[in-house]
C-alpha cells in the first residue's frame, strides 16, 4: 500500500520525450540532429540554449541515447538496449550530468577532466551533460578550453543554459549553438489535453486555455500547473477552479471594467474593482489580461477574417463602440500602468489609478462624428469636455 503512493510520478517527468518525433515545438533543432545523427556527423560540443522548460537538458538526453545506442549511432535510438534504458533511468556511468551552479570552481572543473582521457565503460563515447554552464567561473571555462577545443574521439560535451551571454566566446566558439524557442501557447494547450486523456481526466478547453497562457512559453510550468490543477480541482480541470488558482478573475469582470472606462462610469467601475478584489487577485496579471483584451479588439478591427476566439461576441461589441485612437490610447496607459504598478502603496492603489487615469482622457476626434476622417495626430483633452489643450501639463507628460 505505502509503495503504490510513493509510485506517482509528476506529469513533468512522466511525459518527458525519449526521442525526437515526441519532442514539441523544436523542429529546427530536431531537424539539425537529425541530419547530423543520419549523416553520422557529430560535433564534439553542443550548445543548448533557452528558457526554463522549453527542453534543453531533455534535447541533450535523448542525442545522448542516439549516440550510444547499442544498435549504432541513430536518429532513433531503439529504447531496449542496455544504454538506452540506462539514461533514460538516470543510471548510464557513461553519461556524467553535472549542476554547474554547484560545481563552479576551478578545482571541481579540473576534477571533472581528469577522467576525460579514459575510455566509456560501456558506451560508445563518454558524453559530459552540463546543466547551466554559464554558472561556471572564469577560471572554469579558462580550464576546460584546452579539451574543448580537441576532447578524445571518445568525447561527447552537451551544455544547457539559459543565459548564453555569460558563456565566453573563447568557449562559444567551440561548439554548435542550437537556440531552443518558447512554445507558443496553442501547442502548449494541445499538449496538455494529450496528457488529460491519457490520464482520463475531464477537463475544461477554457481552463486548459488558461493553464497554457499561465506557462508563459514553458511545457514543464505548463505541466507542473497542470498537476496542481488536477489536485486543486479533485481530478477534475474546470475553468472555474483553474481561475481561482491563478487568481484569475471572471471574464465577465474585465469586461465590465473596460465598459465602465469607455462609459465614464466612475462609480461603477470602482463596484467592479471591489468585486474583483474578492477573488485577491494579481493586480499586475489583471491588467495584463486588460491589456490584452485591449490588443485583441484592436486586432479584431483591423483584421477580423484572421481573428480566432472564443470572446468574438464581446470583442466585436467593444470594437464597433470604441474608436481606434481610444483603443491605442488606453493600450498604451495600461501598458505604461504595468511598469508603474509596483511603485504604487499598494497593488490596488496602482490599479485603481490606471483605471482613473483610462477614464479621464480620450482622443479629440473621437467625440467628433464617426464618419469623419481619422486625424493624422491625437490630441488629448480630459473627460469634462474642455476645448483647451493641456499642452505640458503633467498628465500628459506622464502618458
Known amino acids: ?40 556527423k557529430l560535433h564534439h560540443a553542443y550548445l543548448f540554449s533557452g528558457t526554463r522548460g522549453v527542453g534543453k537538458t531533455t534535447i541533450a538526453r535523448i542525442l545522448a541515447r542516439c549516440m550510444n545506442c547499442e544498435a549504432g549511432i541513430r536518429s ?25 551552479a554547484s560545481r563552479t570552481g576551478v578545482d571541481d572543473m579540473r576534477e571533472l577532466l581528469e577522467n576525460v582521457q579514459y575510455m566509456p565503460v560501456s558506451s560508445r563515447f563518454k558524453v559530459y551533460l552540463i546543466d547551466e554552464v554559464h554558472m561556471l567561473s572564469k577560471s572554469s ?27 565566453p566566446v573563447t568557449v562559444l566558439s567551440r561548439c554548435i549553438q542550437l537556440n531552443l524557442k518558447s512554445l507558443p501557447n496553442s501547442e502548449i494547450a494541445d499538449h496538455l489535453s494529450l496528457v488529460l486523456k491519457d490520464e482520463t481526466i475531464e477537463y475544461e478547453e477554457k481552463a486548459v486555455r488558461l493553464l497554457a497562457n499561465a506557462a508563459k512559453g514553458s511545457m ?13 480541482g479533485e481530478d477534475f480541470v474546470g475553468e472555474e ?48 489580461e486588460l491589456v490584452e483584451f485591449l490588443h485583441q479588439i484592436a486586432v479584431y478591427q483591423a483584421v477580423p477574417a484572421v481573428f480566432e476566439t472564443s470572446d468574438t461576441e464581446e470583442i466585436e461589441m467593444f470594437s464597433k463602440k470604441m474608436h481606434p485612437e481610444q483603443l491605442q490610447l ?24 490606471v483605471m482613473l487615469r483610462m477614464m479621464s482622457f480620450t482622443p479629440s476626434n473621437f467625440e467628433s462624428d464617426a464618419s469623419s476622417d481619422f486625424k493624422s495626430e491625437v490630441e488629448i483633452i480630459p473627460r469634462s469636455g474642455s476645448d483647451e489643450s493641456l499642452g505640458d501639463s503633467p498628465a500628459e507628460n506622464a502618458l
Do not use: W
Open 1 to 40: 500500500m505505502y509503495n503504490n503512493r510513493m509510485s506517482y510520478q509528476v506529469l513533468a517527468r512522466k511525459y518527458r520525450p525519449t526521442t525526437f518525433a515526441s519532442l514539441k515545438g523544436q523542429d529546427h533543432i530536431s531537424r539539425a540532429l537529425l541530419n547530423s545523427l543520419n549523416n553520422k
Open 141 to 167: 571555462f579558462n580550464a576546460m578550453l584546452k579539451t574543448l577545443e580537441e576532447p578524445p574521439e571518445h568525447i561527447k560535451f552537451l551544455f544547457a543554459t539559459t543565459d548564453p551571454k555569460k558563456i
Open 241 to 288: 477552479f483553474v481561475r481561482s488558482m491563478l487568481g484569475l478573475v471572471h471574464p465577465e469582470l474585465l469586461i465590465g471594467l473596460l465598459d465602465c472606462v469607455v462609459n465614464d462610469h466612475g462609480a461603477k467601475l470602482f463596484s467592479f474593482i471591489e468585486k474583483a478584489d474578492s477573488f485577491s487577485p494579481d493586480y499586475a496579471s489583471l491588467l495584463a
Open 76 to 100: 532513433v535510438p531503439c529504447g531496449n538496449c542496455n544504454s538506452c534504458r540506462e539514461i533514460s533511468e538516470g543510471r548510464n556511468v557513461d553519461l556524467i550530468e553535472v549542476d554547474a
Open 330 to 353: 488606453l493600450y498604451q496607459i495600461g501598458l505604461i500602468g504595468q511598469n508603474d504598478l509596483p511603485l504604487a502603496p499598494n497593488p490596488r492603489i496602482g490599479f485603481e489609478m
Open 220 to 232: 514543464r510550468d505548463g505541466l507542473s500547473l497542470l498537476d496542481q490543477a488536477i489536485a486543486y
